[in-house]
């Protein structure tokens, strides 16, 4: 209904400034009768036959009502004022009363035989079918209006959703004539927008208007839609849990894992990226032609939660196993040498080759601290509980680089 309602204030945005002067019930009768002989709906309009009709489409965008990803169309709310030069229908209005205008059904005069040609699954589909009447001016000025709520079918690229921006045409040909007979003439290269209403989920940047040649005899014009997809409802619903899932999938790293609720965390959280996979999904295409980042970045971190889990699942069975087991070997000497090196940083002071005894108390602090490791080691001050707070900090800060360095190189992608 909303629809109907806009073409009609279509309609008096584009009469509002005709005015008629409309006669008596005679002059009308006496002049439709006059023009009835001068009608011929199957021959152009043209008192030389050679020559070619030139019809004129002026478009009005009145909204973007959907842009269907998995469909890969886009539907519109459009109209179009369709206007050409009737040679052969022409009167004196001084002789009617005044009457310079009269409207006609479609039936019974020449109208261009237009058509969309990328319909959705309607190729060629006909305009005829919508015209509702032709007005005719006593010059010859002949023109109608018609609405749709069209379907046309746009390739959406995903690569970049949902920070992408799409091109998506509009085409009108013509079935029947070629350009010798008719041609298809617009009086602007933008599709006007005086009656445009915003759409919720898609912005429309631009547009404009060209004329495609399909051969060297027939020539279609397009109108193209150049649309970008308003981000805020994804980043609010899509990225932003995302990532809180994603750090709270590393956090898991900070539970003691002899508490026993490591593994039910790291699960639950791995079906909550599958569910975001299939909420993706189901709104994806099933093409192959593009891969969405944001299906690549999901599918990282969903590797990443696997991860998690099998480290996780390893640590558990590591915090039951005795202190003396052959897989502490490795993380024991991975922890003495991690432990070497933080002791010389924090022991080496800024000394100039030059001071001798600067460079003599350094040495002597570093062969305490070497001592004291000895010592320790010696001690087994190296226990599981050391190991497996040591493997939980590397795993975590591992993590922790690796979902911030994936999460910056996507965005970046997406949004450049």
């Known amino acids: 209904m ?3 309602k806009k073409i009609v204030t279509v ?22 009768s006059d023009l009835e002989s001068l009608m011929a709906p199957s021959i152009r309009p043209v008192i030389n036959q050679d020559d070619k009709v030139n019809v004129t489409i002026t478009p009005y965008i009145i909204s973007i009502v959907d842009v269907n990803e998995k469909q890969q169309s886009l539907t519109t709310s459009i109209a179009f004022r369709i206007s050409w030069i009737c040679e052969t229908i022409r009167w004196n209005s001084s002789m009617y009363g005044g009457i310079n205008v009269v409207h006609v059904e479609p039936s019974n005069i020449w109208t261009p035989d237009l058509a969309y040609m990328n319909a959705n699954g309607k190729n060629g589909v006909s305009i005829h079918a919508a015209i509702l009447k032709v007005a005719i001016y006593s010059n010859g000025f002949a023109h109608f ?11 959406i690229d995903i690569t970049k959703y949902p920070f992408d921006t799409q091109v998506c045409p509009v085409i009108i040909g013509k079935l029947y004539y070629d350009d010798s007979m008719m041609m298809i003439l617009t009086n602007s290269n933008k599709v006007s927008m005086n009656i445009y209403e915003e759409n919720g989920e898609w912005a429309l940047i631009d547009t404009h208007i060209e004329n495609k040649e399909l051969d060297d005899a ?10 970008k997809r308003r981000t805020l409802y994804y980043c609010l619903n899509i990225y932003l849990p995302l990532m809180l899932l994603s750090a709270m999938n590393i956090l898991s790293f900070k539970l003691p894992a002899n508490s026993g609720e490591r593994i039910g965390y790291c699960v639950s959280l791995l079906l909550t990226f599958v569910v975001f996979l299939n909420m993706i999904s189901d709104a994806m295409p099933k093409v192959s032609l593009q891969v969405s980042y944001l299906q690549l970045y999901i599918n990282i971190q969903f590797i990443l939660g696997i991860a998690i889990t099998t480290l996780s699942m390893y640590l558990v069975q590591l915090s039951y196993s005795d202190d003396d087991a052959s897989h502490f070997q490795w993380i024991k000497r991975l922890y003495k040498f991690s432990c070497c090196n933080k002791r010389k940083d924090s022991i080496a002071p800024e000394i100039s080759t030059n001071d001798d005894s600067k460079q003599e108390e350094f040495e002597t602090n ?3 601290e070497e001592e004291k490791v000895n010592y320790n080691n010696n001690n087994n001050h190296f226990d599981k509980i050391t190991a497996m707070k040591f493997i939980d900090d590397v795993c975590f800060w591992i993590f922790s680089a690796l979902f911030v360095l994936t999460t910056l190189v996507c965005l970046l992608f997406m949004v450049t």
């Open 11 to 32: 309609w008096i945005f584009l009469v509002a400034v005709e005015t008629t002067n409309a006669g008596t019930f005679s002059d009308q009768q006496q002049l439709y």
């Open 145 to 155: 209006l018609i609405g749709e709520l069209l379907q046309s079918t746009c390739t």
């Open 218 to 227: 027939s020539t279609n014009v397009q109108f193209t839609f150049y649309l």
């Open 2 to 4: 909303e629809f109907y």
């Open 366 to 368: 570093l062969q305490k």
